[in-house]
């Protein structure tokens, strides 16, 4: 970690001082990434330049202790008209905070002010959907890198029942040893977020790498027992599906963020391309609010629109 006197940094020598030994406590103490690290200073660096011109001189510890909730406003919306977004000012405010409470701490400053500030809100961001070539390929048997013909067939059923049904990696998980047995079943029945069960259809194909997993599988699937298993025999860990995934990103040159739930993902988004109904896609997806799912898929306001002009009778 740098140390401050390698910036300019707009402070007197005791809060500049100060601000070096927290930076050191961050690194040594509480092992933060050197990114992390880097970004707290810069934060931090920019706050103190703020408060020189907000001030009218460089701040020290006795002007840190006696600011407002307005002064810290003040520099929040001073890097928001500079360009900086909800992320960036998210992550400039921790920092503050983070050093505010070292000083609290010591007795040098009350951090309340800053605790009571609200943090800008975050854009929700989900997993880009994997185009349907790509997803094809994560669940087909055939490029499944497990030594194990079992544990290759259990991984091809779990990221199946992901893409092919929509469901979250817990619910998949979470199925017991007597569900999807026949052949001829037509739909799931999944417990999902808050116990709120919904009824999903399951694809043939579904169907089929599950029965394939159980003809391998060396261990007895019962009732009351999981479904998946793993190499030893206990529940199936979420941690080794997203394992397999990194391992197959790579294999098949996907991108970073084609992961597990990219599948659920790409499994709406898939479905709202060829004409599926947005209300039919939250039931699917377990959705209590539809602008959740909104938000999920990534429809915009003209995909709404032509949907209400659709059903609309007066549309």
């Not at 300019?8 to 050197?34: I, K, Y």
Request: aromatic share 6%.
């Amino acid at each position: 970690m740098p140390d401050s006197d390698d910036f300019l940094v707009s402070a007197r020598p005791d809060l500049a001082a100060t601000r070096q030994n927290w930076l050191t406590a961050l690194g040594s103490e509480r092992r933060l990434a050197p990114l992390t690290l880097e970004a707290y200073e810069r934060d931090t660096r920019q706050w103190f330049q703020f408060l020189t011109g907000h001030l009218g001189a460089p701040p020290g510890l006795d002007e840190i202790s006696n600011l407002r909730p307005a002064d810290l406003r003040a520099f929040l919306a001073h890097r928001r008209n500079n360009g900086a977004g909800a992320r960036s000012l998210g992550r400039g405010l921790a920092g503050i905070r983070s050093f505010l409470r070292f000083l609290e701490k010591r007795g040098m400053a009350n951090a309340a002010g800053a605790a009571a500030l609200r943090a800008p809100k975050q854009p929700k961001s989900l997993p880009r959907p994997l185009t349907a070539a790509d997803a094809k390929k994560v669940v087909s048997p055939g490029v499944q890198l497990a030594e194990e013909s079992w544990i290759a067939a259990r991984n091809s059923a779990v990221l199946t029942l992901l893409y092919g049904c929509g469901l979250r990696i817990s619910e998949a998980l979470g199925l017991a040893g007597d569900e999807l047995v026949s052949a001829d079943q037509s739909v799931l029945r999944v417990t999902g977020k808050g116990g709120k069960a919904r009824l999903v259809p399951v694809l043939d194909i579904a169907l089929d790498a599950v029965a394939d997993y159980r003809r391998r599988c060396p261990y007895d699937l019962c009732a009351g027992k999981p479904l998946f298993r793993g190499q030893r025999g206990g529940a199936l860990q979420p941690a080794i599906i997203q394992r397999e995934m990194r391992k197959l990103r790579s294999a098949l040159n996907l991108p970073d963020d084609a992961t597990p739930h990219a599948l659920r993902h790409s499994f709406a988004t898939h479905l709202l391309g060829r004409g599926g109904d947005l209300r039919m896609i939250q039931e699917l997806l377990g959705h209590a609010s539809l602008s959740t799912t909104q938000i999920y898929t990534g429809v915009d306001t003209d995909r709404l629109l032509d949907i209400y002009d659709a059903a609309h009778p007066r549309a």
